[in-house]
C-alpha cells in the first residue's frame, strides 16, 4: 500500500514552504502581536516604550564616560561606536533568547488557533525590531554631537540590516524548535550570549588588540554582525569578509533549518 500523500517529503516540504510564504504574507497579524508584546510590558506606564530609549541612554552615558576614560580613547570616536554596540547587540541578543522561546511563549496560540508557525518567529523578528528603533533613536542624538556623518555609506546598514532580521528567522525557528522540545536550550543558549558579549568588540574597541588578534575576531560570528550595521552608519564600509559572512550565514542556516522544519514542524504543537 502507497505512503499517503502528506506525508511525502515532497508534500511535506510543500507545507513547510507555505508555512513561511503564509506566515510573511500576514504582517498585520505578526505586526500588531509584536505590539501587544510591547505595550503589555509597559502597561500602565506614563512613558510606555520610551523606557527603552531612556534606559539605552543612561547605559550609554554612563558606560561611555567609565570605558572611554579607561580605555584612553576619544569621546569623540568611543562614544557614537559604544552606542551603536549597544544598540545591535540590544537586538541580536533578542533576536536569539526571544527565538528561543518563540513557539513556548506562543503554546496557548498554537494549541487553539491554526496559523503558521512561522507567524510566531516574525513576530519576534518585529517586536525586537521596534526595540531596535527606540534604541536609535539614542545614536541619533549622540551622532548630531558628536558630528557624527555616515554620508552614502550609511545605507549599507540597510542590507546589513536586511541580513541580520533573514538570520534572525532562522535562528528563532531552529531554536524555538529545539527548544520546545529541550527545555534547557533557552538557559544553554542565554549564557553563549553572554559570553559572547565580551568577546566581541562592543565595549571595547578592535584598535586595542595586538594585530596577532585579527584573525580570531574574523572567526568570531557575533563581530560580522555588528560590522555589517555599526560600520556604515560610522561612515566606513563593512570588510567584503563581513558581508560573504553574513551571506553565508543566511543561505546555509536558512537551508538547514529548512530541511529540519520540514521534519518536525508537525510536532512542535504536541512539544509546546
Not at 35 to 42: F, L, N, P, V
Not at 227 to 256: K, Y
Amino acid at each position: 500500500m502507497s505512503e499517503p500523500v502528506l506525508n511525502h517529503p515532497a508534500s511535506q516540504s510543500a507545507l513547510a514552504l507555505f508555512d513561511l510564504v503564509e506566515g510573511a504574507r500576514v504582517t498585520h497579524l505578526w505586526g500588531r502581536l509584536g505590539w501587544q508584546d510591547i505595550r503589555r510590558r509597559y502597561r500602565r506606564s506614563t512613558l510606555g516604550p520610551f523606557w527603552i530609549t531612556i534606559s539605552m541612554g543612561m547605559l550609554v552615558a554612563v558606560l561611555g564616560t567609565l570605558y572611554g576614560g579607561l580605555f584612553k580613547v576619544e569621546a569623540t570616536n568611543y562614544v557614537p561606536y559604544l552606542t551603536l554596540g549597544f544598540v545591535i547587540w540590544t537586538l541580536v541578543n533578542g533576536l536569539i533568547t526571544d527565538g528561543c522561546t518563540a513557539y513556548v511563549n506562543a503554546s496557548n496560540i498554537i494549541q487553539q488557533a491554526r496559523l503558521p508557525l512561522s507567524v510566531h518567529v516574525y513576530r519576534v523578528v518585529w517586536r525586537n525590531l521596534i526595540i531596535f528603533f527606540h534604541n536609535a533613536v539614542i545614536f541619533v542624538v549622540v551622532a548630531v554631537m558628536f558630528g557624527v556623518s555616515p554620508g552614502w555609506t550609511g545605507l549599507l546598514a540597510i542590507p546589513g540590516m536586511v541580513l541580520l532580521c533573514v538570520n534572525g528567522v532562522w535562528v528563532g525557528m531552529l531554536l524555538g524548535a529545539f527548544a520546545a522540545r529541550f527545555r534547557d536550550i533557552p538557559p544553554i543558549i542565554a549564557s553563549i550570549v553572554r559570553i559572547a558579549f565580551f568577546v566581541t568588540p562592543i565595549i571595547w574597541m578592535p584598535e586595542l588588540l595586538p594585530h596577532r588578534a585579527v584573525l580570531p575576531m574574523n572567526l568570531n560570528p557575533f563581530f560580522h554582525v555588528l560590522e555589517v550595521v555599526r560600520a556604515p552608519l560610522l561612515g566606513e564600509a563593512p570588510s567584503a569578509v563581513s558581508w560573504l559572512a553574513m551571506i553565508g550565514f543566511a543561505l546555509i542556516g536558512s537551508a538547514a533549518t529548512f530541511v529540519i522544519y520540514v521534519r518536525y514542524r508537525w510536532r512542535i504543537a504536541y512539544w509546546v
